[in-house]
């Protein structure tokens, strides 16, 4: 059966439905423009209804032997593993991904399954000396209770999993909801996957919507402690303003305008290959693509003519097509915006060193340099195959060209000298930066997020302990405390 078959992609306390809402969200593969399923929204009682389910049953989950839970997520490995070449489809179909970007992000949603088994154990507390004689300080790490996860387009089944994964291994209970163009890769399939592996009813439940119907209630609703979004800057303030208002903690993964940065001494193919890589990756629509890609003029003429090159040769085409490099963009109205950006850049004086040509979603890399100072493609993030080049005259110039953004997600410096990249990496405002790699990159044990408009908080490893457990303090007088009165 194609998992796009069954309507009910409601998952709520433990059982499918439909939403009672009185429109549909419609799910389209973006290449081909053919519909996929049709989903009736869920609405502001459906949300609470998930959020109370999960609310019971978080309380007998959070108080589950951790060496127990674990074995939901082993079980949940086999199942992606026996089930891979489905899975792939299933994410080809909704998301237009390419068959590497696919593989790669059912890769890395396996890793961080297994870093979950291991979060499971990671909530450890404390014991602290006080100054009160017979006095002894216990700090518990506990569940925050409930989580609202809200995940993107671009990676739904590895970015839905990445928050919902760890936050039930440490106990808490979750409701999920799908960006409405991935309902089925970042809701339905996540939720069927878990059921069959046996998390108990209401651990996970999946509401598939639009904020059309339900405004904030998913924020605002008071039984979820902690908020954990990935998304656009400009929804993700939203959030964050909406969230503070009822103290709520928040996790927020946002956009960027990352830089590759070439300097002097660098490699030139191999800054090349990473920077092509870092920029065209799934069409661009990754937050850490490079949006920017600076290089000092000593190497420039180099790096442009072999940088174009290489991405005059992608192709661009159908995502199943092993050949492919580029597929389509999630939608033609996104087809449409980037093709909008590229037409004013030019317009405002950028030369076009490659312009791409757009039909319907799928959208052919554009290579622009030579852009005015005041250009907005310098400062804010395209989420799709279009290359800004920037020439620098040595590494201070570098170094102010790069955090020249409101952004400070990732990005990268190519370097002969490994102390130099390091060096200059120290000093850009972000919250990741690679020498001698590609900006792309995530790992299941290593801090991820950003700084300035990129974010707030981080995730994985130990981060995600952080993210969604609380501490608690609880302190034992084993002798007779002195009052004054």
């Known amino acids: 059966m194609s998992y796009f ?57 959070g108080a589950v032997n951790p060496y127990t839970r674990r074995l939901v997520f082993e079980r949940v490995l086999r199942i992606i593993d026996d ?21 790669f992000e059912l890769h890395l949603a396996r890793e961080f399954l297994r870093e979950a088994i291991q979060l499971a154990l990671r909530a450890e507390g404390r014991i602290l000396p006080s100054p009160i004689d017979g006095k002894e300080n216990r700090l518990y790490r506990l569940p925050v209770g409930v989580v609202g996860v809200i995940s993107p387009f671009n990676f739904p089944f590895l970015l839905s999993i990445k928050s919902v994964a760890p936050a039930i291994a440490l106990g808490n209970a979750v409701v999920l909801k799908p960006h ?33 119907e339900i ?40 956009g960027g305008n990352s830089a590759l940065v070439v300097l002097d001494d660098a490699d030139v193919d191999y800054a090349v290959d990473a920077a092509v890589f870092s920029r065209f990756v799934h069409q661009g629509q990754v937050c850490m693509a490079a949006n920017r890609v600076l290089v000092d003029r000593a190497v420039e003429r180099e790096f442009t003519e072999k940088f174009v090159a290489k991405v005059a040769s992608l192709k661009v085409g159908d995502p199943t097509d092993p050949q492919t490099h580029i597929g389509p963009l999630i939608n033609e109205g996104q087809a449409e915006a980037v093709t909008a950006l590229v037409d004013r850049a030019v317009a405002e004086g950028a030369a076009p060193l490659l312009r791409g040509e757009a039909s319907g979603t799928l959208v052919a890399p554009s290579v622009l340099s030579g852009l005015p100072a005041d250009s907005p493609l310098l400062t804010q ?45 120290k000093r850009i405002e972000t919250g990741m930066f690679h020498v001698n790699d590609a900006t792309v990159h995530d790992e299941p044990i290593v801090p991820f997020g950003g700084e300035k ?31 004054p009165f």
Not at 223 to 232: L, M, R
Request: proline content about 4%.
């Open 5 to 61: 078959d069954d309507l009910a992609y409601q998952f709520i306390g433990g059982e499918w439905r439909s939403g009672s809402g009185s429109w549909d969200i419609v799910d389209f593969n973006p290449y081909n423009g053919e519909k996929l399923t049709s989903i009736p929204v869920a609405t502001v009682e459906e949300i609470d209804q998930a959020y109370r389910a999960a609310e019971r049953a978080q309380r007998e989950w």
């Open 83 to 103: 089930r891979e070449a489905e899975l792939a489809e299933a994410i080809t179909a909704e998301v237009g991904g390419t068959l590497a970007k696919v593989g």
């Open 180 to 212: 409405q163009n991935t309902p089925v890769c970042g809701g339905g399939l996540v939720a069927r996957i878990f059921e069959e592996a046996g998390l108990p009813a209401g651990v996970l439940n999946v509401v598939v919507t639009d904020i059309a």
């Open 215 to 254: 405004g904030d209630a998913l924020i605002d609703h008071p039984v979820p402690k902690t908020i954990s979004f990935t998304g656009s800057e400009k929804v993700g303030r939203h959030v964050a303003t909406v969230a503070a208002a009822h103290f709520k903690h928040t996790v927020l993964e946002l």
């Open 381 to 425: 993030e395209i989420f799709g195959p279009v290359a800004v080049l920037v020439p620098f005259d040595g590494d201070e110039e570098a170094v102010r060209l790069t955090n020249a953004t409101p952004y400070g997600l990732s990005g990268a410096v190519h370097t002969g000298d490994i102390e130099r990249g390091v060096r200059f990496a």
């Open 453 to 483: 408009s990129s974010g707030l908080g981080r995730l994985n490893g130990d981060a995600m302990v952080e993210a969604f457990t609380t501490t608690k303090w609880i302190s034992i007088q084993h002798g007779r405390s002195q009052f």
